[in-house]
């Protein structure tokens, strides 16, 4: 018997009903793979990893695979019409399918949270070619979007069954980014709670978090947010809510334009922001303007960093402190022409958080966005 207070189930970890290894790739549906995968190699610095299409034998659709350390993107298009891809790109423009998680038993993952009440997305199936097997299986989460569990420990191709490697003369550098730090998801009016009920019921995560709109409104633009995380850190997915504002919720404007719930952004980890961000801006890729004055009281704030502050308030890099450390993010603008998806990229310094002493500055800047388009 353990003196502990936690239950003896919990100490053996028999708790983690779903253990996770980290995120193993997202899959995009665009309307055009092709020119997608150009321009996150050219603009984010990815690298052209593997394919599938008509030529591997896919014949309703093409996916470029595409890498950076250890962030893999999977771009994928319908090659005709009458397509569940094509649906999807219709009702949402190009936006987020799949989060994909790494596990080492995916049948053993989908038998766990279908029993909990996971939709099935797919059952476990086994690919298999010459250089080994993938298993792979999904349930349904919020919106059109699922999660794939991969179990590729038996695996040692390029990526997996079904894709030819994908050489390209086109190597542009790297810009620094590392992996998925946390996966937003935005979801309708009062459906927060039910969804972090299923990341809690059905997938085991926990509640780390949470932001009300006394934490996260500004004059117009309120959103509710919590926090979900696996049990070992590995995959965080904060749920927003739109909640009463003055005027239209950020969350709602997204909700509008995706045609319902879905992934509003994807934080990815650096370990140098001002480089990679300078280099970002270089290649064309458009942050969230913050005003001049943010910088004259942040330090006030945060207290001490290690970096200048004028590089970081040149390129508009918010910080902010919590008890372990401190955090420098930024927020790209949307990544396509509906005001949906978009990127953060952040730099973790001890701070395991999320930017809630930016959030003000954050929404502001947001919300001018929003009223360019009309949108508040
Ligand atoms: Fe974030």
Redesign the pocket.
Known sequence: MSNSILPESFLKNEGDFLPLNGTDYIEFYVGNAKQAAHFYKTAFGFQSLAYAGPETGVMDKVSYVIRQNKLTFVLTTPLRTNNAIADHIYKHGDGVKVLALMVDDASEAWNQTTARGGKTYMEPKKLEDDFGEVILSGIHTYGDTVHIFVERKNYNGIFMPGFRKWESEYCPTSTGLLYV??C?GNVGWNQMNPWVKFYEEVMGFKNILSFDDNDISTEYSALMSKVMSNGNGFVKF?INEPAEGKKKSQIEEFLEFYNGEGVQ?V?IATANIIETVTELKKRGIEFLKIPASYYETVLERVGKIDEDLAPLSDLGILIDRDEEGYLL?I?SKPLEDRPTLFF?I?QRKGAKS??KGNFKALFEALEREQDLRGNL
């Open positions: 730090d946390h937003v904060p952004h934080a993010q927020f953060e952040i999320f930017g």
